[in-house]
């Protein structure tokens, strides 16, 4: 008989989440830990109202109409505060409160020192969980720590996994609706093939985690792949391990298994070395047919030294042949950059954005080094006093919590700004025909930094205002050079058009965008002058103050319906009618109609 019996897993939500649906969490962690005692626990549940900021009450109401003796909760850093607080109101009902995962397993005795949490589960979880339901907390469970008499125990290192097949698939049914969808049948999802990693970069705690690389067998993989395939509806697959092209063989022959039974209904995202792409190069046209859409690529930095002290053993060949042989296959590379390493200056990190487009990438995204515990740098920057702040809820990549020598935290945060507007190509404004659609190319593109910059909890609408109207002054002091050839006649002659930035009456930016034969030219061009202008107006206070009232949890479900519409456009129809039966959704579509119209409505 187990020790406890009834137990609710909570996954501890980020503080703040980055407005990308391939970021929503799929609760993978607490979902392997269910599979590994459902057949000797009594109950097992998870909070209705997970995706959304009424995950507390939801958990209030939970635990007092059901009993749960044990409550099961993992954290990443930039979630532990929630962790925190998830753990209170466990402990004001009568649980054993247990923590595990990222962030707990790298500061156990933190952690330990909080009153509400009871025992703290160290690494891999599955195996040291299942033994501590079945007997308690005992010096006999290897793996686990707890407080005892003002002391910590901690009972020994566990073992890894090493037959990962033996791990019970995650238990997808157990999770609560999602954007009208239910748990095991979300239309985004992930997969992990393998754990652990090959290599150590000082910036992730894989290592620290799931030590070594050890991964499933194909037909393994292939047989949850099966589970999540729907042949009537496209879903995105996350293939989130740590490095998925590690083994090419075994990745072909899931390939091949996907291919012979028919998966193939997928979007599928993954994470890799570009060494490993380019090793990849003779089964990149199998992952395309199994459904590969986007690659994300950890490129970090243009500085050979930078990539060394991150033990990042990147080559620039290699990166551009990866790139290249993506583009082949119509696979879209996404590139990673960590800006913000203690030795570069302003005028390095500058280079980032221009390196970026150079490589011909569709998609950047630029973040700031992130000293998570459990990493070298974590260790390296606290030695050194370079950590500015220990709020894990600014721990999110996006929000500077280090000094470096040049830079303190609001310089770095200036400079993810320029690099997100320098990086952007600015070419569909060029492509449109009339100044309604540059309007709506030039909105989409300061949205963007935006609500990147919305991800920084330290920043007020003020600040995020100055920081992104900076961040176009200093993209337009380095001279850019925007144009691009056009081939449709009717767009060639069209007039000029304009479209202002509006910081105040008195500072501002024309974007303006000229034909000139058969190209189109953008400049943009400071105004200090506060005269009347003819042409649309893009008020930066009020787009800030209108998206600073969009909550983060109806952007994310409207970010992710439009990824399913996009994957499944038969189903429009349907799914607008089920989206806008929303009313935060609908809230948040009639801000941005009347956003648009008041900057159609702002000539004078």
């Known amino acids: 008989m187990a020790y406890f019996k009834h137990i609710c897993f909570v996954e501890a ?32 549940v998870i909070p209705d109202n997970y995706y959304n900021d009424r995950l507390f009450e939801s958990f209030r109401m939970l635990l007092k109409k ?45 952690v330990l020192k909080l009153e509400c949490v009871d025992l703290v589960v160290l690494g891999e979880g599955e195996a040291t969980f299942r033994e501590l339901v079945l007997k308690g907390p005992s010096r006999e469970v290897r793996g686990i720590a707890w407080k005892e008499n003002n002391t910590i125990v901690y009972t020994g290192e566990r073992p890894l996994i090493e037959d990962i097949d033996s791990i019970a698939f995650p238990l997808r049914g157990l999770r609560p609706v999602r954007y009208g969808e239910k748990g095991d049948d979300y239309s985004i999802d992930t997969i992990y093939t393998s754990r652990g ?5 000082s910036f992730c705690a894989n290592s620290r985690m799931h030590q070594h690389w050890r991964s499933r067998s194909p037909e393994n993989v292939v047989e949850e792949i099966a589970l999540l395939h729907n042949p009537k509806k496209k879903k995105l697959l996350k293939i989130w391990d740590a490095n998925f092209l590690t083994n090419i063989k075994r990745v072909e022959t899931i390939c091949d298994l996907m291919i012979e039974r028919g998966l193939t209904n997928f979007k599928i995202m993954m994470e890799t070395r570009v060494k490993d792409v ?43 042949r990866a790139i290249t042989l993506m583009g082949q296959h119509a696979i879209d590379p996404e590139g990673y950059f960590i ?7 302003m005028k390095e990190t500058m280079a980032y954005p221009e390196f970026a487009k150079a490589l011909g990438l569709p998609l950047a995204l630029f973040m700031v080094i992130t000293p998570y515990p459990g990493t070298k740098i974590f260790d390296e920057y606290r030695h ?19 000094k470096t020598e040049q830079m303190d935290p609001a310089a770095l945060v200036k400079m993810m ?23 709506i190319s030039f909105l989409y593109e300061i949205f963007q930094t935006v609500f990147l910059m919305r991800v920084n909890m ?18 337009l002091g380095t001279n850019p050079v925007i144009d691009c050839k056009i081939a449709n006649s009717a767009i060639q002659r069209q007039r000029t058009i304009v479209v202002r930035l509006q910081h105040s009456p008195s500072r501002a930016i024309d974007c303006v965008i000229e034909p000139q034969g058969d190209r189109r030219t953008l400049s943009m061009v400071t105004r200090v002058d506060g005269k009347p202008f003819k042409g649309p107006i893009i008020r930066l206070e009020e787009l800030v103050a209108a998206v600073c009232t969009v909550s983060m949890d109806t952007l994310m479900h409207l970010l992710c319906r439009v990824e399913l519409f996009s994957n499944n456009p038969v189903r429009v129809a349907d799914q607008l009618f089920s989206l806008f039966g929303d009313r935060d959704v609908r809230n948040l579509g009639r801000k941005l109609v009347t956003l648009y119209i008041h900057c159609l409505q702002g000539k004078g």
């Open 13 to 44: 939500p980020q503080a703040i989440l980055t407005p990308f649906p391939r970021y929503v969490t799929d609760c993978l962690g607490i979902l392997y830990l269910a599979a590994a005692v459902e057949d000797i626990a009594e109950s097992l």
């Open 66 to 110: 059901r009993r749960c003796d044990l409550v099961a909760i993992s954290s990443m850093t930039g979630g532990f505060n929630n962790a925190k607080r998830v753990a209170e109101i466990a402990k004001r009902h009568g649980a054993f409160v247990v923590l595990g995962g990222f962030h707990p397993t790298a500061l156990p005795d933190e």
């Open 197 to 201: 990693c090959p290599w150590s970069c």
């Open 278 to 320: 380019v090793r990849a190069e003779r089964i990149l046209g199998k992952l395309k047919k199994i459904g590969l859409k986007t690659v994300g690529l950890g490129i970090e930095s243009p500085n050979p030294r930078t990539l060394e002290l991150m033990n990042k053993g990147n080559a620039m060949g290699d990166v551009s």
């Open 339 to 345: 800006i913000g390493h203690h030795s570069e200056s």
């Open 384 to 402: 050194d006093g370079n950590i500015t702040s220990f709020n894990w809820d600014l721990y999110n990549n996006f929000s500077p919590v280090i």
């Open 417 to 439: 700004a320029y690099c997100t507007v320098a990086f952007c190509s600015y070419q569909s404004m060029l492509k449109k025909e009339n100044e309604r659609g540059v309007l």
């Open 458 to 475: 330290s920043l007020g609408e003020k600040e995020i205002s100055d920081m992104v109207f900076d961040a176009y002054l200093t993209y």
